[in-house]
């Protein structure tokens, strides 16, 4: 039963992703794109509703047993851009370029193969991160890169991207369904998801730094399902990044959902699943 699971979750993969760009699908033998591509919408639209009637029909009224949420872009996303932060701190520290050039650096950087490790975010990520912080402002000053990481520990640098989240998690947790987030992250996750008092919405925390492994490695994400006692074929993972959240996910054999296409709050992901909020 759970094998069938899997193979449906990797048909319905391939049958949602035509490219690697996302490009819409041209259907064979019809008369123009428009027309093909509104009969792939509405073929995918019941595909999605038998696939979930299905699992429901497994576990009962709910399609999935666990859900895994990433963090940054998800659950949570900057409260002011970054580029921004990093020229309002860093003028005190003689920083002078523009948040256009900081931002165009900051793109670069983040680019660049990390070659010290295997691993961009180990254990806090302080030498990635003065990497990217030199490279993005022309400012080595240890002082300005202390400023700037602990800023990014507080709860003044972030929000919540849903404000209902806490009553759908409450929600989710009361149907039975178990939470975990999945992020790649360094060891400021923990602490940060404490300073926006939403740690306890969570029955698990796999950060990357911790578990030595970065989506899209499926690793992650079945350590997650360790910590849950849960299957991947029982679980399903929302993120904002389709290489490191949905194909990640699949790839460990976990149902996966893209923030912002697939779903757009976390009251219709509660929906989908069978939770009523």
């Keep these: 039963m759970a094998t069938t699971g899997t193979k449906l979750t990797r048909l319905l993969s391939r049958f949602f992703i035509n490219n690697v760009n996302n490009k819409p699908l041209?259907?064979?033998?019809?008369?123009?794109?428009?027309?093909?591509?509104?009969?792939?919408?509405?073929?995918?639209?019941?595909?999605?509703?038998?696939?979930?009637?299905y699992r429901k029909s497994l576990y009962g009224d709910i399609s999935h047993r666990a859900l895994l949420v990433d963090a940054v872009g998800t659950l949570v996303i900057p409260s002011q851009p970054m580029a921004q932060i990093y020229r309002q701190i860093g003028e005190k520290y003689g920083v002078e370029y523009s948040e256009d050039e900081i931002l165009n650096r900051y793109r670069w950087a983040y680019g660049q193969p990390w070659g010290r490790s295997r691993l961009r975010y180990v254990n806090d990520g302080r030498p990635f991160w003065q990497f990217i912080v030199s490279s993005s402002t022309g400012c080595s000053d240890a002082q300005y890169f202390e400023e700037?990481?602990?800023?990014?520990?507080?709860?003044?640098?972030w929000h919540l991207c849903d404000p209902d989240a806490e009553k759908v998690f409450?929600?989710?947790?009361?149907?039975?369904?178990?939470?975990?987030?999945?992020?790649?992250?360094?060891?400021?996750?923990?602490?940060?998801?404490?300073?926006?008092?939403?740690?306890?919405?969570f029955d698990a925390?796999?950060?990357?730094?911790?578990?030595?492994?970065?989506k899209p490695n499926p690793t992650i994400f079945l350590k997650a399902c360790e910590l849950l006692e849960v299957?991947?074929?029982?679980?399903?993972?929302?993120?904002?990044?389709?290489?490191?959240?949905?194909?990640?996910?699949?790839?460990?054999g976990c149902d996966a959902w893209l923030w912002g296409s697939d779903v757009h709050s976390f009251e219709e992901i509660a929906q989908r699943i069978g939770v009523r909020v």
Aim: proline share 2%; net charge neutral.
């Design 26 to 53: 041209r259907v064979m033998g019809s008369g123009s794109s428009f027309n093909g591509l509104a009969k792939y919408s509405t073929s995918a639209s019941t595909a999605v509703k038998d696939y979930e009637d």
């Design 148 to 157: 700037l990481y602990t800023y990014y520990t507080t709860e003044k640098a």
């Design 170 to 201: 409450e929600a989710i947790r009361k149907a039975g369904v178990k939470l975990a987030v999945v992020s790649n992250f360094d060891t400021r996750l923990r602490p940060l998801l404490r300073a926006l008092n939403c740690d306890h919405w």
């Design 205 to 214: 925390v796999a950060v990357s730094a911790e578990v030595a492994a970065e």
């Design 231 to 252: 299957k991947p074929e029982d679980v399903v993972h929302v993120g904002d990044d389709r290489r490191n959240d949905i194909w990640g996910a699949r790839d460990a």
